[in-house]
């Protein structure tokens, strides 16, 4: 697929779901929940460091690594090597993550919201011996378990928000506890995705930490993330507002992203209009359904649409025209 402009595609591993898919999947609707803090304390931590770790788990990879994959150094793996900032440090963290139970002949589905495609999947299994209770993940950990070449979207399986394809892997001799590590490289343009699950296979023991774990963060936050900010930002009604952020531009296109914030309580759902002055067409986007018009109306799917008072989370797209400031109206549900 030929992409001129530098946009981002957004996807990850559902089957079996990476770390903050699989968090966001048990705890979204109920992330506010203290019971976290002790039948899941891996999602607690995470939540605690940055719930848009959650949010956007979609979003865990590197730009313009040029082939240079383990530049990415042990330890951060998990997180791209500490990509967007910091935002995703948390799921590097080592202890008993709630894995997902496979067998030693498995396949992994990964889902491409932007529709991208790739140009190779590869899936990585631990060595057998390797501890993710108390080892960090590092390249000398992983052994190959099964890979995919080019394969353009048009190959992929249409679902209702994106693509998604199942890649078969083959992990012979392993027992217990593991991670799968899957290693996408975006087609469209030089974007890596590093994602971790957590997998149990049949035979071994489970053991299990007898304290939450402390690292990373060292200690439980002392106040709420910074993000979202303390005062609502324009575009809110009532029950949400809505925050508009430029990212890369190029001739004749750009990208941008609205950040979503509840008010002073919960919400089941959130629309949010998007009206751009100079007549600029948006021709791709993620995180959000979207009604056709001159002024886009965007709303939730279905892993974004509950919010607690105060959290966040954001949906991303692509434009033609000269960037620009839209207006912003946010309705919730």
């Not at 865990?60 to 935002?87: F, H, K």
């Not at 080592?94 to 991208?116: E, K, V, Y």
């Not at 507002?241 to 992203?257: I, K, V």
């Amino acid at each position: 697929m030929v992409l001129v402009s530098p946009a981002s595609a957004h996807g990850a591993v559902v089957d079996p779901p990476t770390r903050n898919y699989s968090c966001l999947e048990r705890w979204g609707g109920n992330h506010m929940d203290p019971a976290m803090q002790t039948e899941d304390p891996m999602c607690w931590q995470a939540f605690q460091d940055n719930p848009n770790a959650m949010w956007n788990w979609n979003g865990v990879y590197q730009d313009n690594l040029g082939g240079n994959y383990q530049s990415i150094p042990t330890g951060t793996l998990c997180s791209a090597g500490n990509s967007e900032g910091g935002r995703y440090d948390s799921l590097d963290t080592i202890g008993a993550w709630q894995p997902t139970s496979i067998d030693n002949n498995f396949s992994i589905r990964l889902f491409d919201q932007a529709s991208h495609g790739a140009d190779f999947i590869r899936v990585y299994v631990t060595r057998q011996g390797f501890d993710p209770l108390t080892q960090p993940l590092g390249w000398g950990d992983l052994e190959l378990a099964g890979e995919i070449g080019y394969t353009p979207a048009s190959q992929w399986e249409q679902e209702a928000d994106g693509v998604a394809i199942n890649v078969p892997a083959s992990a012979p001799g392993r027992s217990g506890r593991h991670i799968v590590f899957t290693l996408w490289l975006a087609g469209h343009m030089d974007q890596t995705y590093f994602l971790c699950s957590d997998v149990t296979f049949p035979g071994g023991s489970e053991p299990t930490p007898t304290t939450p774990p402390t690292t990373p963060p060292t200690t439980p936050p002392t106040t709420p993330p910074t993000t979202p900010p303390t005062t609502p930002p324009p575009g809110g009604g009532e029950g949400c507002s809505a925050a508009y952020s430029e990212g890369s531009s190029w001739g004749g296109g750009f990208q941008g992203e609205v950040t979503v914030t509840a008010g002073s309580s919960s919400i089941s759902g959130w629309t949010v209009d998007v009206s751009f002055p100079g007549g600029q067409t948006i021709t791709e986007h993620w995180n959000a359904n979207r009604a056709s018009g001159s002024s886009s109306s965007f709303s939730n799917v279905s892993w974004n649409g509950a919010l607690g008072a105060g959290a966040s989370t954001s949906f991303g797209f692509l434009a033609s025209g000269d960037a620009g400031t839209p207006q912003l109206s946010c309705t919730a549900s």
